[in-house]
């Protein structure tokens, strides 16, 4: 049974640029968590994913946008990058509700140059 | 002020010693998380707790909920547990959504 699954593992991009980051969760979760982690931080929570529509949202700007398809896989998109955009993106999936524990991906190390 | 904290920030061990992490927050929690997060980035799942102890090989995790406060013990600590450790709590009122603390690095040598 695979676990949650991220890609790309690395990417570098330039400032202006867009950017795709991919996550897959684990076998049968339903909601999918994106958090921001930058060097030497707590990840931060970016939003959340259930039934296909965004549940919650972090204080992130609009150019962080996100979708989750019907087999419950999602997309974080990042328009326009800055430098301050370079972290760690880190995905998380669990079953809704607020009982159940959160499994996370091996993350999506970013940089804009 | 944020609303998990975690101390120390950084810890030195000598193999073999008794290793606590202590984290405090100040919102109501359904549950507190501790994670292990090495060089490269991926986060596992080391304790979901709610209330009491529990306990996995040489990790023990406790939590106070009157108290607000949770610790993680290693005991007989080893070079492998040199890892960033963090708590991570999940509110009352933010369903499945984690607030994370900054993290404690931890480093054993041998």
């Known amino acids: 049974d695979a676990g949650v699954t991220q890609s790309p593992t690395h990417l570098i991009k330039t400032r202006g640029q867009q950017v795709t980051l991919r996550c897959s969760p684990k076998?049968?979760?339903?909601?999918v968590s994106w958090y921001q982690q930058a060097l030497g931080q707590g990840p931060q929570f970016i939003f959340q994913y259930y039934e296909e529509e965004e549940r919650q949202r972090g204080n992130f700007p609009d150019r962080f946008s996100g979708h989750q398809f019907p087999n419950y896989s999602s997309e974080l998109n990042v328009n326009a990058l800055l430098l301050g955009d370079s972290a760690l993106y880190l995905c998380a999936s669990s079953f809704w509700g607020s009982g159940t524990e959160a499994f996370f991906g091996q993350g999506t190390r970013l940089t804009v140059v | 002020k944020n609303e998990v904290e975690q101390s120390p920030q950084n810890l030195t061990a000598q193999e073999g010693e008794f290793i606590t992490i202590n984290c405090s927050y100040s919102?109501?929690?359904?549950?507190l998380h501790w994670l292990q997060q090495h060089p490269g980035g991926g986060i596992v799942s080391l304790f979901m707790l709610s209330s009491g102890k529990k306990k996995h090989g040489r990790l023990i995790a406790t939590i106070n909920i009157q108290e607000k406060h949770s610790s993680l013990h290693i005991t007989a600590s080893h070079p492998r547990d040199s890892a960033v450790y963090i708590c991570a709590v999940r509110s009352e009122t933010s369903g499945s959504r984690l607030t994370f603390g900054e993290g404690t690095q931890l480093t054993v040598n041998p």
């Open positions: 076998s049968g979760h339903d909601t």
């Open positions: 919102v109501g929690i359904s549950a």
